[in-house]
């Protein structure tokens, strides 16, 4: 197998697939150029993986472009896309709105894509706009095994709503745990109480997961509330850190103890890296 793409050069770095390097630059007037080196002429069938983490719409200017050159050159690509961007407006939350996913899946579509993978989208029901064979692919068997090797006390996997609990659950499997998720309860007219559904996590350690940790807000009021539990040692960790908007110094302000996530956006606390899980999926393909 041959392997290419511009954004996740890390983890391609880690694939056991040949190489085939990509060019890439601007024109003075900032349009992007793309070639790639003439080895790939002789090529049938590539896996790129190109990963949409900011500037979303640079990286996916450059995926465009590369998908465009292998359809004229008559190459079956398997796109893996760690982290899909724009998977947030999945929908019409205002009349008049561009369903920014369906678009880019759209596009996606017109190049006839021999198979298609991403990690733990945001919202899985995105996928079926996918005209080819697509899989969601969840990292929860990488961070599980990630925090293995922490040194957790009486660990509890907690996420920060329901929404996420098949990833607490996931995590809590592999770490042999318990999980739970963060509820919201109406105390009284004015008065609502956010807390653990379930489990007391009084000196115990958390790992709050989720799919991302995009401006830390979420996470930040989890801490906060599980610091208030009496919760020993609280890790934030999440598939995608976008880490925007000051999110750093949010979670760190709210005595978060550890931040993880993996390397489908490169961040010095992206210490998880996915291509396992690439070679896994192609393994069951070819
Ligand atoms: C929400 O549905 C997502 O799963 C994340 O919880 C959310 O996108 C995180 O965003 P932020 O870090 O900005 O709170």
Request: hydrophobic share 35%; charged share 30%.
């Amino acid at each position: 197998m041959y392997v290419t793409g511009i954004s996740s050069k890390s983890i391609i770095e880690k694939l056991p697939y040949e190489k085939i390097d990509v060019e890439y630059r601007r024109f003075p007037d900032g349009e992007m150029y793309i070639r790639f080196e003439e080895k790939i002429k002789k090529i049938r069938e590539l896996l790129i993986v190109q990963s949409l983490y900011p500037p979303q719409d640079v990286h996916l200017i450059q995926l465009f472009f590369m998908l465009d050159a292998c359809k004229e050159l008559n190459i079956n690509v398997h796109l893996f896309i760690p982290y899909l961007a724009y998977a947030r407006q999945d929908k019409r939350f205002k009349d008049y709105e561009c369903i920014s996913s369906k678009t880019v899946l759209n596009i996606l579509n017109s190049f006839n894509l021999k198979s298609f993978y991403t990690i733990d989208v945001h919202e899985k029901k995105l996928l079926k706009h996918i005209k080819t064979e697509s899989k969601n692919v969840t990292a929860t068997s990488i961070i599980g095994r990630y925090l293995r090797e922490e040194d957790l006390k009486d660990p509890v996997i907690i996420s920060p709503d329901k929404g996420a609990i098949d990833i607490a659950r996931r995590v809590a499997e592999i770490l042999n745990c318990e999980y739970d998720y963060l509820e919201k309860k109406r105390i009284s007219g004015d008065t609502v109480e956010t807390r653990p559904k379930n489990i007391d996590t009084r000196g115990r350690d958390v790992v709050i997961v989720d799919d991302m940790i995009s401006t830390g807000g979420t996470m930040a009021r989890a801490c906060e509330i599980l610091k208030k539990e009496g919760t020993r040692k609280v890790l934030a960790g999440a598939t995608h850190l976008l880490m925007v908007g000051g999110a750093e110094e949010k979670l760190k302000g709210a005595g978060i103890d550890k931040i993880f996530g993996t390397d489908s956006v490169p961040h010095k606390y992206s210490s998880i890296s996915v291509a396992p899980l690439i070679e896994g999926e192609l393994k069951i393909m070819l």
